[in-house]
């Protein structure tokens, strides 16, 4: 008998008792409604023991650009064991089950946020997003911005936010594309200030969540269309300089938010954040936007993955006429990349160039192999700003 079962509404109870053990929180009754109404998306399975839940894992349907096209992806959230069950390979069975699951559903990549990046890697995840963390003195953001328009407060207005939202997202590598449950439940729940920023046609150019406590501005978020608009949103920060003495915001890794500050010597960390998987690599290869403006060639892509082996296999690629080709490929030759899932997953996705993952060994091309690579992937990088 199969040990793995799919849960419902009838087993949350359990669910979340799990949760609040292993992630080591204690939900009120209003915060567990909130939770049995979000998990009404989620398909969530568990190991069972003796009839009870021994382990589980929650798989959030959603979709992510990647260079401005959108893709079916699987979250997979909440992973939990009862301690006197861990290092049974409870977990390593659940994810297997959900990634077939993501499979037969046209779910072509996966995230999660780990608890352990090694033991996640040995599933085919890799680390594909950083967060870098800003704190700067409120005084460094005083300076003429120069920008044209104006900022209001405003309430929850999810189509205008979304509309802003949408058009910065394109921009990045991997962030969700977001639905109205997900704007209800996952980002306006919380309770924060609310302001958009007009240019001088009143054309919305930004939005920025926010609040103020113990003299500290903490960004939970700042979405701009422009430069122009970015620059409003700073100036109205800015302006809190008799409330506050230092502002706290996440950005991506390659902001340069520096570069518009006269003192840039202020607290910049970077870390770690989400890992990545491609769960259909024949599939995702054929329906991601290359770069189609090449000259005619030809290259072969080795991909080994030891947890889906179905992924495992040659690709050829072939530039012609404009156009991108993929065929799966039974070829001895072995020439071309050779490459991991990770790698893969991290490459396509643009949290690194194929050019630095052959600098350390983590892919093996010869040097006309490489260039053809780096032309076809778009430059890009990756950002999340959401977290389940």
């Known amino acids: 008998m199969n040990p793995i079962k799919e849960l419902s509404a009838a087993d949350y109870n359990e669910i979340f008792e799990l949760s609040e053990f292993a992630f080591q929180y204690k939900l009120s009754e209003v915060d567990l409604l909130k939770k049995k109404e979000e998990a ?4 969530i399975w568990g190991w069972m023991e003796e009839g009870s839940i021994a382990a589980k894992l929650h798989l959030i349907p959603l ?14 959230s909440a992973v939990a064991t009862w301690p006197e069950y861990r290092r049974n390979g409870m977990v390593k069975q659940l994810l297997a089950h959900a990634l077939n699951h993501m499979k037969e559903n046209g779910q072509m990549l996966s995230y999660l946020h780990p608890f352990s990046v090694p033991f996640y890697r040995k599933f085919g995840w890799e680390v594909a ?24 407060r405003t309430q929850m207005d999810i189509e205008l936010f979304h509309s802003i939202y949408t058009d910065f997202a394109k921009q990045f590598n991997g962030p969700l594309t977001r639905d109205e449950k997900w704007w209800k439940q996952r980002v306006l729940a919380k309770d924060a200030m609310m302001v958009v920023c007009y240019d001088d046609n009143n054309r919305a150019e930004g939005y920025l969540f926010y609040s103020v406590k113990d003299r500290v501005f903490e960004v939970e978020e700042l979405v701009y ?27 991506p890794e390659k902001d340069k938010l520096p570069l518009l500050i006269g003192e840039p010597r202020f607290k910049q960390t970077v870390e770690p954040y989400f890992m990545a998987r491609i ?16 000259p005619d060639a030809t290259l072969l892509l080795h991909v080994e993955d030891c947890f889906l082996p179905e992924n495992s296999g040659s690709y050829e690629i072939t530039v012609e006429n404009g156009g991108i080709r993929i065929a799966q490929s039974d070829t001895n030759r072995r020439e071309g990349i ?7 997953t991290s490459m396509l996705l643009g949290y690194r160039r194929p050019q630095e993952l052959a600098e350390v060994g983590l892919i093996h091309a010869d040097t006309h192999t490489l260039e053809i690579i780096e032309k076809l992937i778009p430059v890009s990088q990756t950002y999340l700003t959401d977290y389940f």
């Open 40 to 43: 009404e998306r989620h398909t």
């Open 63 to 76: 979709s992510v650009y990647i260079n401005g096209k959108s893709f079916d992806m699987g979250g997979i």
């Open 225 to 251: 269309r422009s430069l122009n608009g970015r620059k409003l949103l700073l100036n109205f920060i800015a302006n809190h300089d008799s409330m506050v003495k230092e502002v706290k915001l996440t950005v």
């Open 338 to 344: 050779h490459c991991n899932v990770q790698e893969l």
């Open 129 to 152: 997003f950083d967060k870098k963390h800003y704190t700067i003195p409120v005084e460094a953001l005083k300076q003429k911005w120069n920008a044209a328009g104006y900022v209001r």
């Open 279 to 294: 769960v259909d690599v024949p599939g995702f290869l054929a329906s991601y936007p290359f770069n189609e403006d090449l």
